[in-house]
């Protein structure tokens, strides 16, 4: 079955860059989207389509998709942003896949 | 105002049944696929099951697949799931989400409930 393989933690300290990728054999023909579940709620849709920002997200949160690789990046990274973050995809029949999340520690 | 509210968790014997709703409002219900994804007890998300926005198609994550059952009602605006022989690796909380359409968030969660727990355990 397809996978989205993602690194299990990040650790940034408050105002630097955290990057966060995701790795699929199918996404250079499939979008990424990236989702934010802070701790106890459900996940907040953060970016769609490999790179655009729902309105209400700020500014600091941006994607890229490249090849096998889709790229999250928190420019100047909030304490707010600590959280889960998981990528999302299809594979080649249209089922949905998510990949094992990014613990972002912000400290 | 907008939103999604899921009902129908609770603690089930292995080898029983149970069905999740997520009753919709707010919004077009009959113009938004619709999927379920679940989250164990200290895992990650994982994509169970998606339903078009006319019921035409479904589609689920092959360890549920057999056993699950997404449908919807468009007169209600409600989805369902409808979860057979359940396993205790079924054991986690229960999200419905809306997928945007086209124009606005196209093929994104934009939407989600607060989640039904579901415990499967004898």
């Known amino acids: 079955s397809y996978e989205l393989t993602q690194s299990p933690s990040v650790s940034v300290s408050p105002g630097q860059t955290a990057r966060i990728t995701c790795s699929g054999d199918?996404?250079?023909?499939?979008?990424a989207y990236w989702y934010q579940q802070r701790s106890g709620q459900a996940p907040v849709l953060v970016i769609y389509e490999d790179s655009k920002r729902p309105s209400g997200i700020p500014e600091r949160f941006s994607a890229s998709s490249s090849g096998t690789m889709a790229t999250l990046t928190i420019s100047g990274a909030q304490v707010e942003d600590e959280a889960d973050y998981y990528c999302y995809s299809t594979d080649r029949s249209g089922k949905g896949v998510f990949g094992g999340g990014t613990k972002l520690t912000v400290l | 105002q907008v939103q999604l509210v899921e009902s129908g968790g609770g603690v089930v014997q292995p080898g029983r049944s149970l069905r999740l709703s997520c009753a919709a409002s707010g919004f077009t219900f009959n113009s938004h696929g619709m999927h379920w994804v679940r989250q164990g007890p200290g895992k990650g998300l994982e994509w169970v099951a998606v339903?078009?926005?006319?019921?035409?198609?479904?589609y689920y994550t092959d360890s549920v697949k057999g056993r699950f059952t997404i449908s919807r009602d468009n007169s209600k605006n409600t989805l369902y799931l409808q979860m057979n022989s359940l396993r205790a690796e079924d054991t986690a909380v229960y999200y419905c989400a809306r997928e945007g359409v086209a124009d606005q968030l196209p093929n994104a969660f934009d939407l989600w409930g607060q989640g039904t727990m579901v415990t499967v355990s004898s």
């Open positions: 339903i078009w926005y006319d019921g035409s198609n479904q």
């Open positions: 199918a996404l250079p023909k499939k979008y």
